[in-house]
């Protein structure tokens, strides 16, 4: 294991907004990392980010942290991309992870094209799993025209399937890892919700660090998280988290989510 000089008191901010639906779990993932990092001698601070995460994502500071593909190749052009968990989740394969379509369970036997001019909520318009891929996904069917009558924002996916049992909307793409935590530990939050079909695949939620960061420290940062997936010791935290593994990924393994906008905007539907 490669580890730096004793001296450097450098504090590093590092975070795990994206998953935590469970603090206590994400608090123990945050520990192992540290851990971790404290190892190779790089002094990190585990931190909660603030509301606006696209302000932290690009700070200086910035050790690691998890973002969302589709910031990543639209707004994040500065960063340096570490790595991908592998999920173990139904709709997750290797790096890849979908998004499942949801609606009310009365609603079971449709599919996407019979939601026309009917209501969506997303969670925001920056979200690969929540907006980009409804939007590749109704380009097909919309004939270049406008498919849904409104698209709601709710800010997360756990406030667009409040939004789907309290009838203010009639359908969400919902990442499928989101979905996975959300039946272990708020199971009551998807009664009365169902599946109706899914995205194809793309690469998930990327692990990023400041375009600041050495090619010393990221080469630390992805032997950190090498161990984590790899080491038994740190089973029960990595299952918790429903991490079965990590893959080093560039920003090119990305380049899929700005080919699905584009084709969607060739179809006719910039905006859903």
Known sequence: ??????SNTTTNLFSLPMYDLHRADTVALGSVLKALFSARGIIATHVWPPPDLLMHWQEDALLLSQTCGYPLVTQLDKVQTVGCFHYQAPGCEGIGYRSFLVTREEESGKTLGDFRGQR????????????????????????GGRFFAAVEFSGSHRQSLVALRQDRADIAAIDCVTWALLQRHQPDL??????????????GLPLITSASTSATHLALLRESLQQLVSDAQYQQVCAAALIGGFAAVTREDYALLLEWRDEAAASGVVDL
């Open 1 to 6: 294991m490669h580890t730096l000089a004793a």
């Open 120 to 143: 969506a909520v997303c969670n925001a318009i920056e979200s690969q799993s929540g907006y980009n891929a409804l939007r590749k996904m109704v380009a097909a069917l919309s004939g």
């Open 190 to 203: 998807l009664e009365g919700l169902t599946i109706i079909g899914q995205s194809p695949l793309t690469p």
